[in-house]
T-cell receptor, first 115, second 113 residues
Framework: KAGVTQTPRYLIKTRGQQVTLSCSPI?????VSWYQQTPGQGLQFLFE???????NKGNFPGRFSGRQFSNSRSEMNVSTLELGDSALYLC??????????????FGPGTRLTVL | AQRVTQPEKLLSVFKGAPVELKCNYS??????LFWYVQYSRQRLQLLLR??SRESIKGFTADLNKGETSFHLKKPFAQEEDSAMYYC???????????????FGKGTKLSVIP
């Protein structure tokens, strides 16, 4: 079974721009969660999508948004980029809704650098 | 809000020595707890989950509800255990029948040959 894939793997943007990251879950997985990983804060939960609906949201500003398509693929968008948004963005998929009960399968991440 | 504490950022042990990675959480009555691991140049992956009570790669984790701890232990460390370890108890109920995972900041385990 193919694992979770994320595109692009690396991205360089400047402040004020916006960016869209993509995640393809494992076939059959309907839940997709997004995390931001930084050296200082570790892994922080952004949001979870299940059946095209956002089911869970972390404590991030509204500049961070996402969506899920009918084939369970998900995109994450960050508008008006700030220097502090530089991070590794991880996507994880699981069979069922609720990241606390179900094993998460992580992608390789997208490394975003904001200049 | 949920707090997850992994007090050691870095833990170095000699090969063959016992290892204990500490994790304390503030949420009570958690339905599930996980340890995730990230080996060098690999993806973050599940190591073990409390509810399954499995021992994976020689690691076990004991849930202590009184101390709200979920420490990860292994009696004899191996070089291949060197990795970043994250404890993940749930944040708490957030509606729609869903909890979100809150990861600790991680402990880097270095096993010295």
């Amino acid at each position: 079974k193919a694992g979770v894939t994320q595109t692009p793997r690396y991205l360089i943007k400047t402040r004020g721009q916006q960016v869209t990251l993509s995640c393809s879950p494992i076939s059959g997985h309907r839940s997709v969660s997004w995390y931001q990983q930084t050296p200082g804060q570790g892994l922080q939960f952004l949001f979870e999508y299940f059946s095209e609906t956002q089911r869970n949201k972390g404590n991030f500003p509204g500049r961070f948004s996402g969506r899920q398509f009918s084939n369970s693929r998900s995109e994450m968008n960050v508008s008006t980029l700030e220097l502090g948004d530089s991070a590794l963005y991880l996507c994880a998929s699981s069979l069922r809704q609720g990241s606390s009960y179900n094993e998460q399968f992580f992608g390789p991440g997208t490394r975003l650098t904001v200049l | 809000a949920q707090r997850v504490t992994q007090p050691e950022k870095l833990l170095s042990v000699f090969k063959g020595a016992p290892v204990e990675l500490k994790c304390n959480y503030s949420y009570s009555g958690s339905p599930e707890l996980f340890w995730y691991v990230q080996y060098s140049r690999q993806r973050l992956q599940l190591l073990l989950r409390h509810i399954s009570r499995e021992s994976i790669k020689g690691f076990t984790a004991d849930l202590n509800k009184g101390e709200t701890s979920f420490h990860l232990k292994k009696p004899f460390a191996q070089e291949e255990d060197s990795a970043m370890y994250y404890c993940a108890p749930p944040e708490g109920y957030s509606g729609a029948g869903s909890y979100q995972l809150t990861f600790g900041k991680g402990t880097k385990l270095s096993v010295i040959p």
